[in-house]
């Protein structure tokens, strides 16, 4: 492990003195990582920017973010997310409303 490398970078042993390298996005990296897989992807649920030091929650029940979201993903008209029976900001994925579902219209994207 490197020591003072920056959390969210990381260096291997080609890699030039002072030129750290970003975590890649859909990655995390806590300080001194020398993996470029450095700690670890984001799990469902979550999001992670290139260079970030945490997974980011998704955020609202209209986005989701499968494992290793780089960003929120919008969910597509006539879709929700899913898991629709836990935290709205944690939702890993989208499902077709049903047809004619009146709970479903709260939920789903308008065109």
């Known amino acids: 492990m490197y020591v003072n490398l920056q959390a969210g ?6 890699s030039v003195v002072g030129d ?19 700690t670890g992807g984001c799990e469902a649920g979550y ?5 970030t030091t ?3 929650p998704c ?12 960003a ?7 879709y929700y997310t899913t898991p629709d029976d836990g935290d709205e900001a944690l939702r890993t994925g989208q ?11 709260w939920t789903c994207a308008s065109p």
């Open 47 to 51: 999001y992670c920017e290139a260079g």
């Open 72 to 78: 929120p993903v919008p969910v597509a008209s006539g």
């Open 20 to 38: 750290p390298i970003k975590c890649l996005a859909g990655r995390y990296g806590i300080e001194g990582m020398t993996n470029p897989q450095c």
């Open 95 to 105: 499902a077709l409303c049903p047809i004619g579902s009146l709970s479903c219209l």
């Open 9 to 14: 970078y990381f260096c291997t042993a080609a």
């Open 59 to 70: 955020g609202s029940s209209d986005v989701y973010c499968p494992a290793l979201s780089v």
């Open 54 to 56: 945490d997974m980011q």
